[in-house]
């Protein structure tokens, strides 16, 4: 579905903040991008959703060259990016926000409360909440209402920049759980992490960025169970557990 060929990006001239990066993703999985503060993580998906201009290399969707195309040309085409600190606006009540995510496909009426419906039997809480500002909500609720506003406008790639940030683990693991439901339908998930541990049990596959430079590729069941590719990338020195 995604073809990343060899690309590199920089913000300034001279410094390549991914260089030379490949990655695939397929209808049906999820891929997680993992690797330390700074590694450009962020970057990747910058550079997928046309943030950041791609000096080098190609980006294909579904076969077509999406390289030079602008961010909401990407977004008309399915690629919604669920970026880093949520950033909802706060002012507006959690119904509104999650309407705005519906207008990158369509404003009639009768699409969006259908829309609403889909994203209210997700996240239960979010209906009984629509009328309250998005500012007034928990991390974890505005980590909800991100997700679902992405929903509205039916992604065919879905790309979420650490949505586990700063939040209680029981909401992390029914947010990671929402991903996991969203894969299974058929959005295929770039699920950039932090917590590799948990993102490793939910995912695919996986990639790990080294400054900016992908060090390690395969399978999320294998390095999860590799005690050394645990110990030199992930930084997770404690032997593997079961379950
Ligand atoms: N707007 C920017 N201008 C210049 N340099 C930037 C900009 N954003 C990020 N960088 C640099 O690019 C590199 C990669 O940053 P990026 O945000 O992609 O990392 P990350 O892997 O997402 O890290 P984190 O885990 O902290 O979110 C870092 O060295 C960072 O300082
Ligand atoms: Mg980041």
């Known amino acids: 579905m995604i073809e990343i060929d060899k690309i590199s990006v920089a913000y300034e ?4 903040v ?6 695939s993703l397929s209808a049906g999985e999820m891929v997680a ?20 201009p791609v000096r080098q290399g190609r980006i294909r969707f579904n076969g077509e060259d999406i390289t030079r195309l ?16 949520r950033q909802m606006l706060v002012g507006l009540s959690v119904e509104e926000n999650l309407i705005l995510g519906a207008y990158v496909k369509r404003r009639d009426s009768a699409y ?40 509205m406008g039916e992604p065919k790639v879905l790309m ?5 940030l700063g939040l209680a683990p029981k909401i992390v693991t029914e947010i990671f759980e929402t991903l996991g439901k969203l894969r299974d339908g058929g959005v ?19 990639i790990v960025l080294k400054r900016g430079r992908s060090v390690l590729q395969g399978k999320a069941s294998e390095m999860q169970s590799n005690q050394d590719v645990r110990a030199a990338y992930l ?7 079961e379950g």
């Open 13 to 16: 001239k001279g410094t390549d």
């Open 18 to 23: 991914l260089q030379g990066v490949s990655l």
């Open 33 to 52: 991008v993992l690797g330390a503060n700074g590694a450009g993580k962020s970057t990747l998906l910058r550079a997928l959703s046309g943030l950041i």
């Open 70 to 85: 602008p961010p909401h040309k990407r977004v008309a085409h399915g690629l919604v990016h669920v970026p880093e600190m």
């Open 112 to 151: 969006i409360a259908r829309k609403l419906e889909t994203v209210y039997d997700m996240f239960p809480i979010l209906k009984d909440r629509r009328a309250q500002l998005a500012g007034s909500l928990s991390g974890g609720q505005q980590q909800m209402v991100a997700i679902g506003r992405a929903l």
């Open 160 to 164: 979420c920049d650490e949505p586990s």
């Open 188 to 206: 295929p998930v770039l699920l950039v992490e932090q917590n590799a541990r948990q993102a490793l049990r939910i995912s695919d596959r996986a």
């Open 235 to 241: 930084g997770i020195t404690e032997p593997a557990q």
